[in-house]
């Protein structure tokens, strides 16, 4: 049973749009993360959420905590082919982490 | 160190061969863990050390596979009699220990079993 669903899985897009990925669950979280991975390197942190209903803006990047703590969604606004990785949600449980969404995005 | 640093970066080996693999964590940083990641795939969890406390195994594939970690320094990761589908990148990452602490991750130790 895997404990952090991600979707999309995967996502090709243009330069300049915009897009939503996703990290679900059934278990509330304490805390949880996102992480962007690059080819060839570690998941680096990007962001930790806390509070229920919490909102964080990292530039173009915006990241909302569930009300329930259960779930989080990672806003890009005009992304850039520098966004290009693979996003993965962690959770305060187990030491997860979740499926992952690869991220491509053409210039 | 600056960062978490592992090495080798890159093992090919033999079938059968058994392999080390190492892992230098942020200095202070009492929590490391050690995660694969098969091509193309999302972090699988290996074994967490916190501090003095006995490691959490419970991500071990298979009784192949050991970690050790002395104190709060480096760690290494063992994998006897390697098969083909250890094929994989390891990664090892440290924190402060705090819950809600991110992870720093090193960049990896890419591990091919021919």
């Known amino acids: 049973t895997q404990l952090l669903e991600q979707s999309p899985q995967f996502l090709s897009i243009q330069e300049g749009e915009n897009l939503t990925v996703y990290c679900n669950s059934s278990?509330?979280?304490?805390?949880l993360q996102w992480y962007r991975q690059e080819p060839g390197e570690g998941p680096v942190l990007l962001v930790t959420v806390v509070t229920g209903g919490e909102v964080k803006k990292l530039k173009r990047l915006t990241f909302q905590f569930g009300d329930a703590r259960k779930d989080s969604s990672l806003h890009i606004t005009a992304a850039q082919p520098g966004d290009t990785g693979l996003y993965l949600c962690?959770?305060?449980?187990?030491?997860?982490f979740g499926t992952g969404t690869r991220l491509k995005v053409l210039a | 160190g600056a960062g978490v640093s592992q090495s080798p970066s890159n093992k090919v080996t033999e079938k059968g061969k058994d392999v080390e693999l190492r892992c230098d964590p942020i200095?202070?940083?009492?929590?490391l863990y050690w995660y694969r990641q098969r091509l193309g795939q999302g972090l699988e969890f290996l074994i967490y050390?916190?501090?003095?406390?006995?490691p959490d195994k419970s991500g071990l594939p298979s009784d192949r596979f050991s970690a050790e970690r002395t104190g709060e320094s480096v760690s290494t990761l063992t994998i006897q009699r390697t098969q083909q589908e250890d094929s994989a990148v390891y990664l090892c990452?440290?924190?402060?220990?705090?819950w809600g602490q991110g992870y720093t991750f090193g960049s990896g130790t890419r591990l091919t079993v021919v």
């Open positions: 200095s202070g940083h009492t929590a």
């Open positions: 990452a440290s924190s402060p220990g705090v």
């Open positions: 050390f916190q501090g003095n406390s006995a």
């Open positions: 278990s509330v979280f304490s805390s």
């Open positions: 962690s959770g305060t449980y187990k030491y997860i």
